[in-house]
T-cell receptor, first 111, second 116 residues
């Protein structure tokens, strides 16, 4: 089955700097890669997703890149703000199989 | 229009007690999911239901049972709770417009369960 590895587990950046979180997946058949943000005491919230037929997708300060050959994908947050502080999860799936999640990255944005 | 509603929000059980976690969605999607979240472990799938009348095991199904009561409701039951089941439990279903049964999941706010 699919295995998703996520790095780093914790990340601290200065406000205004960029943050990058990386994930690798094992199943070459995986074709859907979402990213979720979880604030304290809340459920995970989808922030961006990408399919395998696209190499990059951007939504304002957030972007995701996918390298199918290397089987890894990354979340990029530019101009970080204190409200970006949260736990971020990547996930992967193929077809209609359930999502498999990474173990999460705790991002702290220091003002 | 709450999306995904989970009850209760908090629960404390003694070892061996039973309880049912409730989940109801108004996203009008066929598929629903139960995940558990433990520190440093991410989200792990317990059970899912691709449509009314069907359920399937996920990565960590032992000690749990599920019931897909109707299109809206999917419950998770612990028959004999164990301390290892102390966790935060999330129910999820795809948002309207999702093209596949596993895309654009919308999560409830969770149930924090402690088993003593």
């Amino acid at each position: 089955g699919e295995n998703v590895e996520q790095h780093p587990s914790t990340l601290s950046v200065q406000e205004g700097d960029s943050a990058v979180i990386k994930c690798t997946y094992s199943d070459s058949a995986s074709n859907y890669f979402p990213w979720y943000k979880q604030e304290l005491g809340k459920g995970p919230q989808l922030i961006i997703d990408i399919r395998s037929n696209v190499g990059e997708k951007k939504d304002q300060r957030i972007a995701v890149t996918l390298n199918k050959t290397a089987k890894h994908f990354s979340l990029h947050i530019t101009e970080t703000q204190p409200e970006d502080s949260a736990v971020y999860f990547c996930a992967a799936s193929s077809g209609n199989t359930p999502l498999v999640f990474g173990k999460g990255t705790r991002l702290s944005v220091i003002a | 229009n709450a999306g995904v509603t989970q009850t209760p929000k908090f629960q404390v059980l003694k070892t061996g007690q039973s309880m049912t976690l409730q989940c109801a969605q108004d996203m009008n999607h066929n598929s629903m999911y139960w995940y558990r979240q433990d520190p440093g472990m991410g989200l792990r799938l317990i059970y899912y239901s691709a449509s009314e009348g069907t359920t399937d095991k996920g990565e960590v199904p032992n000690g749990y049972n599920v019931s897909r009561l109707n299109k809206r409701e999917f419950s998770l039951r612990l028959e004999s709770a164990a301390p290892s089941q102390t966790s935060v439990y999330f129910c999820a279903t795809p948002k309207p417009g999702a093209e596949a049964t596993n895309e654009k999941l919308f999560f409830g706010s969770g149930t924090q369960l402690s088993v003593l």
